[in-house]
């Protein structure tokens, strides 16, 4: 296997744009103008690969329904159109929505398809991570569910386990029902408690259908969750639940929407605690998958001030060498910002200033909100792992 990471990247995958909607291209475009700022981009080892296959229907239609890509073609050229989820707030029809959306679909493929080939250890695709698309229904800005279609040619490919962690403030909805019946793929999903956020679900009782039972594996936080919270809840339940299903690739979402900023959610984090998070990821992977990682991009509302950090930061880890949090952004990246007229604070450091260190989750003492919903979820999902909810080394 290469020790390379290649990342997919390339301006067409900007062409994924809703017009005025939170959804924004600029924040991927900011994010590669940053890590290339950076110097992540020009490591050794690193392969910057342009995305040029679109996913064709053979591959899209192993997770979608041919009609709702019929739908998804039809719906720019009819002023009427209706249903399927789009032409809504959260997803309005665009010009070229089949072609840029099949294209970032496309480009997580080719990223799983590195790993798992060998020609990479770790790949990326940022532009990725869009979670909630159903099988025929557009959902929470998404069009085309591009990690399930990844991770349904994963399968194709051969892969026998596939582990799927998403760290978006959303539940990772569309990639849980896509694999609910299928033993061969873990979903875990960190996020606020679906009782205060979109999509509604996400409950700890989500476990997966018959003959898949413990293969969903849902961890909702409450709001206003911190970073020493939030790692203490992830670290309670990720590598245990990893580790006893022993996945041979790991795919994540990387939703960089749990920042304190967010104008969309309720947490707390700061690019600091999501920094240890793809750490911890990049760890897992080594682990326990020979370093085999995909990681896609996913949510992320606060434009300039969190995701091109955080995805730079995220890039950094896939590519080698995390970036010192002290580091001060680039002059040049700053002037870029300012050039865009963005109205956003732009920030000076790689850094929130925080500490995400945490005490691991113990099953004795006072518990608390984050506690009792660490204990909701082990007691609910680890029995069905063969794993003991109350055993902490578990």
């Excluded at 995909?294 to 300039?304: E, F, K, Q, R, S």
């Excluded at 080698?320 to 040049?332: E, K």
Aim: glycine share 8%; hydrophobic share 45%; aromatic share 6%.
């Amino acid at each position: 296997m290469s020790d390379d990471t290649v990342v997919v990247w390339d301006e067409s995958l900007l062409a994924y744009d809703m017009g005025d909607h939170p959804l924004d291209p600029v924040r991927v475009e900011l994010t590669f103008a940053l890590a290339r700022e950076l110097g992540v981009l020009d490591r050794p080892g690193v392969r910057v690969v342009k995305p040029e296959i679109i996913a064709d229907d053979s591959v899209l239609t192993r997770v979608h329904d041919s009609a709702y890509l019929a739908a998804v073609r039809a719906a720019p050229r009819d002023p009427l159109f209706a249903g399927y989820g789009l032409g809504t707030s959260d997803n309005p029809v665009f010009e070229g929505m089949h072609e840029s959306s099949a294209l970032i679909a496309g480009a997580t493929v080719a990223a799983a398809e590195a790993v798992w080939r060998g020609d990479a250890r770790r790949a990326v695709n940022v532009a990725g991570g869009l979670h909630h698309a159903m099988p025929a229904r557009a959902s929470g800005f998404c069009v085309y569910n591009d990690p399930a279609v990844a991770i349904a040619r994963l399968l194709d490919l051969g892969a026998e386990r596939i582990a799927y962690v998403d760290v978006d403030v959303h539940h990772g909805d569309g990639v849980q029902q896509i694999f609910w019946d299928d033993p061969r793929v873990l979903t875990v999903s960190l996020h606020e408690t679906p009782l205060a956020l979109f999509p509604g679900t996400g409950f700890p009782d989500e476990t997966g259908g018959p003959g898949a039972q413990g293969t969903a594996v849902n961890m909702p936080l409450p709001p206003g969750v911190d970073d020493t919270a939030w790692q203490r809840a992830f670290h309670a339940i990720v590598p245990s639940v990893l580790r006893a299903f022993r996945p041979q690739v790991l795919v994540s979402q990387c939703g960089a929407d749990g920042h304190r900023l967010d104008p969309l959610a309720d947490l707390n984090l700061t690019v600091d605690g999501q920094r240890a998070t793809y750490l911890a990821m990049r760890a897992l992977a080594d682990e326990l998958c020979d370093g085999r990682w995909v990681a896609t991009g996913g949510g992320g509302y606060a434009l300039v001030e969190v995701v091109p950090r955080a995805w730079s930061h995220l890039l950094a880890v896939a590519t080698g060498a995390p970036i010192d949090p002290a580091t001060l952004t680039p002059p040049g990246w700053r002037d870029l910002v300012a050039s865009r007229r963005l109205g956003r604070e732009v920030p000076l450091r790689m850094t929130d200033d925080a500490d995400p260190s945490y005490e691991p989750w113990q099953p004795t003492g006072e518990p608390n909100a984050v506690d009792r919903a660490i204990a909701a979820t082990r007691k609910t999902v680890f029995p069905l792992l063969g794993l003991d909810p109350h055993d902490p080394r578990d």
